[in-house]
T-cell receptor
């Protein structure tokens, strides 16, 4: 069965510093991988997704993620964060051609001035 | 604005009440979803509708009853809820019920059961 692990429930970081939010998944078949962001009192918004092709995926707001099949990881990175990046970030996986999107527990990114 | 609108944004209800959550999308999507978001837990998929037919029901208690009258509207009818049902309920839609396509989420309804 699929599962998604986000090891860090909270990540505090100073503005303009780099950040990495970790995501690991378990699946025995090919997967699609997603990162969603949830700003306070908002719904989820897609940041980026990996379906196939290049393992380095670029998304909105300067975020990128790298799919590593051998390590079953899809970590999210940004070289320089801004105060406005403060939000909850969710990693999600979908197995093949199904209608299920399995989410991790989320990582709260808190950016300090 | 994501194109998916949920009403109400906040709802407080007693355990004996009956209420409904509404979701509306004008994106031309054919699939709609209800998710439950509780603190410190992963988002839980509750229901999936594809072309107005329910295709997924993840063992959700019968006190939650979905309705999809057309491809643009989705309801979640609530009755005799429990305090542990308090959560953020998110509606989402996608072009088809295949999760390799992007899902668009509403802002959610914050439900408190007292």
């Amino acid at each position: 069965a699929q599962s998604v692990t986000q090891l860090d429930s909270q990540v505090p970081v100073f503005e303009e510093a780099p950040v990495e939010l970790r995501c690991n998944y378990s699946s025995s078949v090919s997967v699609y991988l997603f990162w969603y962001v949830q700003y306070p009192n908002q719904g989820l918004q897609l940041l980026l997704k990996y379906l196939s092709g290049s393992t380095l995926v670029k998304g909105i707001n300067g975020f990128e993620a790298e799919f590593n099949k051998s390590q079953t990881s899809f970590h999210l990175r940004k070289p320089s964060v801004h105060i406005s990046d403060t939000a909850e970030y969710f990693c999600a996986v979908s197995e093949g051609d199904t209608d299920k999107l399995i989410f991790g527990t989320g990582t709260r990114l808190q950016v300090f001035p | 604005e994501t194109g998916v609108t949920q009403t109400p944004r906040h709802l407080v209800m007693g355990m004996t009440n009956k209420k409904s959550l509404k979701c509306e999308q004008h994106l031309g999507h054919n699939a709609m979803y209800w998710y439950k978001q509780s603190a410190k837990k992963p988002l839980e998929l509750m229901f999936v509708y594809s072309l107005e037919e329910r295709v997924e029901n993840n063992s959700v208690p019968s006190r939650f009853s979905p309705e999809c009258p057309n491809s643009s509207h989705l309801f979640l009818h609530l009755h005799t809820l429990q305090p542990e049902d308090s959560a953020l309920y998110l509606c989402a839609s996608s072009q088809v019920a295949r999760m390799n396509t992007e899902a668009f989420f509403g802002q959610g309804t914050r439900l408190t059961v007292v």
